[in-house]
């Protein structure tokens, strides 16, 4: 069995060959003695192995950093810091699991801009269609850290028709394209990750455990994966691979805090608004995706994914983000440039998402929220110093109608450590929160709007223009 990135290991050969007896067997009629098969392969584990990178993913790097891509059962190759593809002149290895289909690319080149007839199929979220292209280029290219997707709203055939396309345009697969017997154990989702690249999981309706949520984290950037042996009760190799995933619900089902920091959550538009089509604005959505538009749709973004290869290496983000987003945000910008010839409306859309996503954490936090209905119902503009224990009394007065005993601080103390794990949020926010050191008993803390640097003066003043 191949490990990802090295050479071909061969198990024990008391395992192998019984399972070679019967490969022989079905496939060529023929009775070899285990015997024979045995002798044979001392004779070749007796030869020093040669080391061999075999390929796994939907793409993947070489020894160069050329990736390679199948395409229509034939390895194709992106050179090194090249957006063209070409045709390797040497083999290539690689596995798949055997669930997954080729991909189907009518050609080798299309119209980056064709990327955008989605939205002739479906309603996206309002203002997140970069994030979106983004997140399809991300996906195929699996030695990039990856993100989950997570898609919530009403019940709706465009939630659907998102999540499924997205699946067939990044890892089409001969059955099961939407999982929806719900793993709950990590046997359960190491299972469908021997059989999707792409881990889709549909409509799912209760919480995911926090075991499924820790191993769908594991996979986002790599993890082992044991093989086993028809037949047989140990395992004999361990891959390390990488396993996106794409989930859907009414509300947002992660809750495994580390997953969430690596999720992109998106809310479909409600049913009200994609039923509104008017000939002055919209035109209606096509009813069904064609093969001829789904091959256009890949196309474009097999294009766009070696514009993104040739130039990803040479990217640099200025601007500070989450370390487990800077691939995403890289990948974001060229795919912007490459669509409206300037990243700013991808800047625009990523820092929308953020502070929208940050208000909903802000609303789960209890501290976090008392702090925000302080500052707005007492009119401060500016940031206030305060021993822990005064602010454990002001805040007490703005504690969430809806926040339980269990989850507000019972003490100074406790206030102390939530508003440590609060500060980046409220940071986010333009809030500042940061102890100032211990004088007597108790600890000093500055809680307080902070004006905005020039930076951000510029952007909001870009926004609104």
């Not at 993913?57 to 992106?78: A, S």
């Not at 070409?86 to 669930?99: A, D, I």
């Not at 082992?224 to 390390?240: A, D, F, Q, R, Y």
């Not at 102890?435 to 000093?444: A, I, L, P, T």
Request: proline share 7%; aromatic share 8%; net charge neutral.
């Amino acid at each position: 069995m191949p490990i990802d990135g090295g050479p071909v290991l061969i198990p024990e050969t008391e395992i192998v060959a019984p399972l070679i007896k019967k490969i022989v067997a079905d496939y060529s009629q023929r009775d070899v003695t285990e015997r024979s098969i045995l002798d044979a392969l001392d004779v070749i584990l007796n030869e020093p192995a040669s080391p061999q990178l075999i390929g796994h993913g939907r793409t993947w790097l070489g020894q160069n950093l050329e990736r390679y891509i199948e395409l229509n059962g034939t390895v194709m190759m992106f050179p090194t810091g090249q957006e063209i593809m070409t045709q390797p002149q040497n083999l290539c290895p690689y596995w798949h699991p055997s669930n997954s289909r080729s991909f189907q690319a009518p050609s080798i080149q299309g119209d980056i801009k064709d990327l955008k007839a989605i939205e002739s199929y479906i309603t996206l979220p309002k203002d997140r269609e970069l994030l979106i292209y983004t997140y399809l280029v991300l996906c195929l290219m699996p030695d990039k850290q990856q993100l989950a997707l997570e898609i919530t709203g009403e019940r709706s055939s465009d939630a659907s028709k998102l999540q499924q396309l997205i699946k067939n345009l990044v890892d089409p697969v001969r059955k099961e394209t939407a999982i929806r017997d719900i793993p709950k154990t990590v046997k359960e989702i190491d299972r469908c990750a021997w059989r999707h690249h792409a881990i889709s999981l549909e409509d799912i309706e209760d919480s995911l455990s926090p075991v499924v949520q820790r191993r769908l984290f594991e996979y986002l950037r790599k993890a082992p994966l044991n093989w086993k042996p028809v037949g047989c009760h140990e395992s004999t190799s361990t891959l390390m691979v990488s396993r996106t995933c794409i989930l859907s619900s009414s509300e947002p089902v992660i809750t495994y805090d580390a997953l969430s920091d690596v999720t992109l959550s998106l809310e479909m538009p409600p049913l009200s608004y994609t039923q509104q089509v008017s000939p002055s604005f919209s035109t209606p959505k096509q009813q069904r995706i064609t093969g001829r538009l789904q091959a256009t749709i890949f196309n474009a973004l097999l294009t766009l994914l070696g514009k993104v290869h040739s130039q990803a290496g040479r990217m640099r983000i200025e601007r500070e983000v989450p370390a487990k987003w800077r691939d995403f945000c890289r990948i974001g910008v060229i795919v912007s440039i490459a669509l409206t010839r300037s990243d700013t409306l991808f800047w625009l859309q990523y820092d929308a998402y953020w502070k929208e996503r940050l208000c909903e954490i802000t609303e789960e936090e209890p501290v976090a929220q008392a702090i925000v209905d302080y500052i707005s119902k007492n009119d401060i503009k500016e940031a206030i110093e305060k021993p822990v224990k005064a602010w454990f009394a002001t805040l007490a007065e703005h504690q969430p109608i809806w926040a339980s005993e269990s989850k507000w601080p019972r003490e100074p103390r406790g206030l102390g450590s939530a508003l440590k794990r609060i500060a980046p949020l409220l940071e986010a926010q333009r809030i500042t929160c940061y102890s100032n050191g211990k004088r007597g008993s108790y600890r000093h803390w500055v809680i307080g709007p902070r004006p905005p640097s020039l930076e951000e003066t510029l952007r909001d003043i870009h926004e609104f223009l």
